[in-house]
């Protein structure tokens, strides 16, 4: 990417922080296209992004590409959850996986690999899987919030992704967790039932436990080691990557 289309992208990204999540994506799908895609795992954000997605499909008649990444490890919950999600919406969320099926890789490495190197195993049923889903595309959308963790905490609403050389568009960068949900109650999005049995954040269940109450919402992903993040949201550095202004 030029410098001066960088530059044009931090100035639009400073004139995002406020807009609504919802005009951000309008001006994600007008710009982009179907050169635009979108990555969920169906958290309460990722919901609520999708239906804003099919209020401005209704109203525009503008789309986008949304997919999950099927790691061969998501709770049965969200994949009932993506079920309704698409009958609900009238959206297809695209099942994305390694050609490498989970049975076929625990024979490979004599069995699972998640409890002895998770940075391998999420690196092989994500950030591979991810890589391909995303080719061709010129921008993606994300449905992290900069209160997440540290590492998103830089995050801005358009950025240069980096790792996948993709624009990347953070819609609710700017968004708390009551904004999410107020949306969530006012709009009646479906959301994973895991949330009301203490998950705050779900990803794949061998990697994700319920947390007590007052505790870090991704204090059950990955619990006991230091990890945090999957991979997707860091650059080849470790460091998220900021468009200059
Ligand atoms: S979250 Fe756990 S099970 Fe899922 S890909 Fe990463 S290490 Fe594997």
Redo the contacts with the bound molecule.
Sequence with gaps: MDEFRRQELARTSERMESATPSEILQWAMETYGPKLTMATAFGAEGCALIAMIAGIRDRTGLTLDIFNLD?G?QFPQTLALRERIQKQYGLEVRLVSNAETVPEMEARFGGP??NRD?NE??R???VVPLNDAVRGFEAWITAIRRDQTPERAAQPIIGMDAKFDLVKINPLANWSKAQVWAYIRENNVPTNPLHDQGFPSI??W??TRPVKEGDDDRAGR?AGTDKRE?GLHLSPAGQVTRVAS
């Design positions: 790691t490890y690999i998640y998770s195993c999420c092989l049923r994500k990803g794949c061998p990697c990955w999957c």
